[in-house]
């Protein structure tokens, strides 16, 4: 599955014990390199789809979706807001709301696009990792090492993007039998503004932090997605400057399963979310 912001990736750890690194002939950025080179590969080569719930914490109102994917795009199905299941009245809205979707071409194509392009930006930031930020072992557990990493002095930032992502200073978490990344978190350490403010800023102290795990054998996805970024320079159409998601219960779904299929999926599931114990 598509990874959507590969720049925020984590997964709850044990504490880390100082210690050697399991590859202390590798040099750190070297095992950087790896892990990310494997990353792009198992991500061009994933081509599966899946259906899971997203609890949306921030932005208020809290709640709760199914995501259904597909190959002409996602449905995203409202299952609940505050912890109440919808109305009936809620229900009938959605539902309409799910059904034009479905029968509009034009939507489609638009959030297709948008995710497109998030992907790109993603994965452009994901390959610059390894030059853009110098990385330092900091302990292992297991099949995961931590490093901690700060901006390379010698790398050159070509976007508006790169230029905020290498401002941070931060952590990976990766494992080394697997060569995944499992975690990655940054604190924007100065403030940035674009032509002197007029295009934007972001103050200090913004950061992200995103977990995923391996949902299937050779399967990862993002399990939580947090972004707390001040400002007003926003470079991501399905990210927000101030999102609290987390991602779990999730299920296979055929490749071939069209809009209208996943639509029913969708309807289905949620019914059983509604219900104590369903989902």
Do not use: C
């Not at 061009?44 to 190959?71: C, F, G, L, R």
């Not at 976007?159 to 080394?176: C, L, P, Q, R, W």
């Not at 999730?250 to 979310?273: H, I, M, N, W, Y």
């Amino acid at each position: 599955m598509r990874v959507a912001f590969l720049i925020s990736l984590l997964l709850p750890i044990a504490t880390l014990t100082a210690q050697a690194p399991s590859t202390p002939s590798l040099a750190p950025n070297d095992l950087v390199r790896r892990v990310i080179t494997n990353e792009i590969k198992a991500d061009n080569d994933d081509h599966s789809h899946w259906m899971y719930q997203v609890q949306i914490n921030v932005p208020a109102p809290k709640k709760t979706q199914t995501i259904v994917e597909t190959q002409k795009g996602n449905i995203d199905y409202l299952d609940e807001i505050d912890g109440r299941p919808l109305t009936p009245q809620q229900k009938s809205a959605e539902d309409r709301r799910i059904q034009r979707f479905v029968s509009d071409p034009d939507q489609q194509r638009k959030a297709r696009k948008s995710n497109e392009a998030d992907d790109k930006k993603s994965a452009e930031l994901f390959a610059m990792l390894p030059d853009a930020f110098i990385f330092q072992y900091a302990g292992a557990t297991g099949d995961n090492m931590k490093l901690t990493f700060h901006p390379n002095p010698d790398f050159t930032s070509h976007s508006a993007e790169s230029y905020v992502f290498h401002k941070m200073d931060g952590f990976v978490i990766v494992n080394t039998k697997e060569n995944r990344l499992v975690e990655i978190s940054g604190t924007l350490t100065h403030g940035v503004e674009f032509a002197g403010g007029l295009f934007g800023h972001l103050d200090a102290g913004g950061a992200f932090d995103v977990r995923r795990e391996e949902i299937a054998p050779g399967n990862w996805a993002i399990t939580k997605l947090k972004v707390n970024m001040k400002g007003k320079a926003l470079f991501f159409k399905t990210i927000g400057s101030q999102q609290d998601e987390i991602h779990s219960h999730f299920q296979r779904v055929p490749d071939s399963t069209t809009l209208a299929q996943a639509e029913d999926l969708a309807q289905k599931k949620s019914g059983e979310a509604a219900i104590p114990g369903g989902m």
